[in-house]
C-alpha cells in the first residue's frame, strides 16, 4: 500500500498570494484591504503573515522540470523501496519462520507476524510527526536522517539471534526511518512541480508496484541460495541508495530580484511591524475532526483496513502450505502489485469524472470486493483460481489507493488537507498493526488460515457500510451552510433596498426643496 501525496507546504503558502498592486515607497506592495467577503480575522492574519515575511517577496516558481526530473527519480526510488520491501514481506515472513522456528513454541505464527505488521503500522503512525519535522528542518535534512535510521535498523536486524530483537530493529528503527525519509519525497514534487504535479506523482507512485513485482523473486531467489540475514544486508543497499539520492532534495533558492525586494521589504518593517517574530506555526489542527463527515471517513477507513494487511503478510505461507508442489508462488504478490498499478491509473482517471463527495462510494466498491476477495481465498483450491483473486484484489486496492486524496479535498479543502490525511494515516497504523498477528495466532489455534482469511474479509464490509453515510452527512451540512448563507445574502440585500431607499427620499426631497 502507498499513501497518497500531501498538498506540499509551499503549495499552500502561494494559493494566498494576492494581485500585484501599485508600488509602494521601499518596494513594498500595500496590504489588501479585506473584502465584504473577508473575515477580519483572516484579514488580521494575512497582515500578519506579509509584515512577519519580506514583504514583496514571492515564493519561487517551480522550475517544472530541470533537476526536478532528478528529484522525481529519487521520489519515485524511495516510493519503491520503501513500500515494496513492506509489500514483499510475505516472502521475509517465510524466511522468518525458517530461521527462528522451535519445536517448543506454539505461537511462532503470532510472534513473527508482529514484526511485518509492526513494520508497517510504524510507517504510517510516524508520518504526522515526519511532516513536522519537514516542516521544520526541510525535505532533504529529513529525508537523508531518515534513510540513515533506516539503514542502521535494517542493518542490524542481520545480526540479531531470535525474533524478539527484531521487534525493535526492524519493527520500530527501521520502520521509523523509512517514514522519515517517505514523507519529504512526497512533499518535495510540489517544489519543482505544478503543472505536471499529476504526471510526476503518478511516475513517484508506479515506483511501489514495480518493486512490488520485481521484489519477491529477488528476496526468494536471496533466501533459498543465501540465508535471511544476508539478505537483509542486500537489502541495506536500497536503503544506502535511498540516503544518497535524499541529498537531491534541495530547496529552491529564490533569485536575485526576490531577495532584493525581500531585503528592501524587510528594511522598511523591521522597526514598524506589529510583531517582529512570527507566531510559532500551529502543529496539529484537531479543528477538523469538527467536519462531521471527515470524522466518519476517519473511522470507518481504519474500521476497513483491520483485515487489508493480513494478505500481505500471510497469504506465501497460506499457499505454501496449501499448493506445496507449485513453483513460481511469489506470482500471486506479482499479480497484487500489477493489477494494483492499473487500478490507481484507471480508477483515478474514474474520479475525475464523479463529482464531489461521491467519490466516496468508489471506495466503498473497493472494500466491497477487497472483502470478498479475502474471503475466497481460502475457497482456491486450484492455483489459477488464486491468481484470479490476487488480480482482482490488487486492481481494487489501487482503486482504494488512488482517491484518498480527492476524498480528503472535498471533505475538509485544500487549506487543512495535509492535516487531515495526515490524522488518517497516523489511524490507519492501528489496524494495519493488530491484524496480521491477530490472524497469526488463529493460524496457531487453528493448524490453517481458512478462519483468519474468513475474518479478514470482515472488516472492509463494515467499513464500507459506514462510508456510505459520508455523502448524506456532508449533503445534510452543505444544505445547512446554503440555507444559512442565502438567508445573510437576502437580509444584506433588504438592508441595500431600504439604504438605496433612504438616499432615493432625500435626492427627491432636496429637490422638492429646490424647487419650491
Not at 500531501?6 to 494581485?19: F, I, L
Not at 537483509?232 to 536500497?238: A, D, E, N, Q, T
Not at 467499513?463 to 456532508?474: D, E, Q, R, T
Request: aromatic share 12%.
Amino acid at each position: 500500500m502507498v499513501p497518497f501525496p500531501e498538498e506540499p507546504a509551499a503549495a499552500r503558502g502561494t494559493s494566498e498570494a494576492q494581485p500585484p498592486g501599485p508600488a509602494t515607497p521601499g518596494g513594498a506592495a500595500p496590504l489588501p484591504c479585506p473584502g465584504p467577503a473577508d473575515r477580519p480575522e483572516a484579514a488580521g492574519e494575512r497582515a500578519d503573515v506579509e509584515l512577519a515575511g519580506p514583504a514583496g517577496a514571492e515564493p519561487p516558481q517551480p522550475p517544472e522540470g530541470g533537476w526536478g526530473w532528478l528529484v522525481m527519480l529519487a521520489a519515485m526510488w524511495c516510493n519503491g523501496s520503501v513500500f515494496g520491501i513492506q509489500n514483499a514481506c510475505g516472502v521475509l515472513f517465510v524466511a522468518m519462520l525458517k530461521t527462528f522456528v522451535t519445536k517448543d513454541d506454539d505461537k511462532v505464527v503470532f510472534k513473527t507476524a508482529w514484526v511485518s505488521s509492526l513494520s508497517m503500522g510504524m510507517i504510517f503512525f510516524c508520518c504526522p510527526i515526519a511532516s513536522v519535522f519537514t516542516d521544520m528542518f526541510g525535505c532533504r535534512k529529513t529525508a537523508v536522517v531518515g534513510a540513515a535510521v533506516g539503514f542502521i535498523g535494517l542493518m542490524s536486524s542481520s545480526f540479531v539471534s531470535s525474533i524478539e530483537p527484531l521487534y525493535l530493529t526492524y519493527g520500530i528503527i527501521f520502520a521509523c526511518g523509512c517514514s522519515f525519509a517517505y514523507q519529504p519525497s512526497l512533499v518535495i514534487l510540489g517544489h519543482y512541480f505544478k503543472k505536471r504535479l499529476g504526471l510526476v506523482n503518478g511516475i513517484v507512485t508506479a515506483g511501489s508496484s514495480i518493486f512490488t513485482i520485481l521484489l519477491p523473486f529477488l528476496l526468494r531467489f536471496l533466501t533459498d541460495n543465501v540465508s535471511f540475514f544476508y539478505t537483509l544486508r542486500v537489502l541495506c543497499i536500497f536503503m544506502f541508495v535511498l540516503f544518497l539520492a535524499s541529498f537531491t532534495y534541495r530547496p529552491l533558492a529564490p533569485n536575485a530580484k526576490d531577495k532584493e525586494s525581500g531585503t528592501k521589504g524587510s528594511n522598511r518593517f523591521s522597526l514598524f511591524s506589529r510583531r517582529k517574530f512570527s507566531p510559532p506555526k500551529k502543529i496539529f489542527n484537531f479543528a477538523i475532526f469538527k467536519v462531521t463527515a471527515y470524522a466518519v471517513w476517519a473511522v470507518g477507513i481504519p474500521l476497513a483496513l483491520f483485515g487489508y494487511f493480513v494478505p500481505y503478510v500471510h497469504l506465501m505461507k497460506h499457499v505454501n502450505e496449501r499448493f506445496q508442489d507449485g513453483k513460481n508462488k511469489e506470482v500471486i504478490l506479482m499479480c497484487i502489485g500489477i493489477t494494483s498499478g492499473v487500478g490507481r491509473l484507471l480508477f483515478g482517471r474514474i474520479a475525475d469524472y464523479v463529482p464531489g463527495v461521491k467519490k466516496v462510494y468508489l471506495q466503498v466498491l473497493s472494500f466491497l470486493f477487497i472483502g470478498l476477495m479475502s474471503m475466497m481465498i481460502p475457497l482456491c483450491r486450484v492455483f489459477g483460481a488464486l491468481i484470479a483473486v490476487c488480480l482482482i484484489m490488487g486492481l481494487f486496492d489501487g482503486c482504494f489507493i488512488s482517491i484518498m486524496a480527492p476524498i480528503a479535498f472535498e471533505l475538509v479543502g485544500a487549506q487543512d488537507v495535509s492535516q487531515a490525511i495526515g490524522f488518517l494515516l497516523g489511524f490507519m497504523s492501528i489496524p494495519m498493526t493488530v491484524g496480521p498477528p491477530i490472524a497469526g495466532l488463529l493460524r496457531d489455534k487453528l493448524g490453517s488460515y481458512d478462519v483468519a482469511f474468513y475474518l479478514a474479509g470482515v472488516p472492509p464490509l463494515i467499513g464500507g457500510a459506514v462510508l456510505c453515510l459520508i455523502p448524506w452527512i456532508h449533503g445534510k451540512k452543505q444544505r445547512e451552510l446554503d440555507k444559512a448563507t442565502g438567508g445573510e445574502k437576502m437580509e444584506k440585500m433588504l438592508e441595500n433596498q431600504n439604504s438605496l431607499l433612504s438616499s432615493s427620499s432625500g435626492i427627491f426631497k432636496k429637490e422638492s426643496d429646490s424647487v419650491i
